[in-house]
């Protein structure tokens, strides 16, 4: 089970060439590192810092509660806030439920398959890569050689902005990955296995970015010049 840290607010007590310390309460302290700080106050500035956190494609924390409804044996309705901690899953978000069973199951691989950093699946890259706009083939079984399945999404990142599509090749029994950009392909890579689907996907638009510990100022402090990483 994986649990996301949560913002946190003091103030800079120290500085050190790998580090910001903050001091978050009596006896609590929290040490950033410098290396991946979007800006490093001086000491004595008061701020709040926001660790990276999985999120959802509508942005919300996915340990964020939510609230659902429930009716009873006697047809009443009730109310009830649920937060679930740990394990919880990214969901893609589908027009319509999948009827190709070889799309259903990638949709699935793209919701619990591990990135190469452990920390995230594919389908929370997807949603640190911006990805929007998802487009979904889903063929009969008999036309899965003219119709490939397919799912795709618009992300933008520093390493790429456009389209990135998923596909079965049903004589392979594998994956090709294309990314399509300005109305023409960019790359195709084929005949990637279940097992390389996140390592590829990673390599062609993961920047990065994700890791950047946000520090906002919350008072009138001033930044530690040549601090935050280019």
């Not at 003091?10 to 903050?22: H, K, N, P, S, Y």
Request: net charge negative; proline share 6%.
């Amino acid at each position: 089970m994986r649990f996301d840290p949560c913002p946190v607010e003091g103030r800079v007590v120290a500085l050190t060439d790998e580090a910001i310390i903050v001091k978050t309460g009596r006896a609590a302290f929290a040490a950033i590192d410098r290396a991946f700080a979007t800006q490093c106050p001086s000491i004595g500035t008061t701020v709040r810092v926001t660790p990276y956190f999985r999120r959802n494609f509508a942005g919300e924390r996915l340990e964020a509660p939510r609230r659902e409804n429930w009716t009873d044996a006697q047809g009443q309705t009730h109310g009830m806030h649920v937060m679930t901690t740990g394990g919880h899953i990214t969901r893609i978000p589908l027009s319509a439920k999948p009827t190709c069973p070889y799309l259903a199951n990638l949709v699935e691989q793209l919701e619990i398959m591990r990135t190469p950093d452990s920390l995230r699946t594919i389908a929370n890259m997807l949603v640190d890569a911006k990805a929007e706009a998802i487009e979904i083939v889903d063929p009969a079984e008999e036309h899965l050689s003219d119709t490939p399945p397919e799912i795709s999404f618009a992300v933008a990142t520093e390493k790429f902005t456009g389209r990135v599509a998923v596909l079965y090749d049903d004589g392979t029994m594998s994956y090709a990955v294309e990314l399509r950009a300005a109305g023409a392909m960019a790359e195709r890579i084929a005949n990637v296995k279940v097992t390389r689907l996140a390592e590829v996907l990673a390599d062609r638009i993961d920047d990065g970015n994700w890791r950047r510990i946000h520090v906002e100022m919350l008072d009138a402090g001033s930044v530690v010049q040549g601090s935050v990483p280019q």
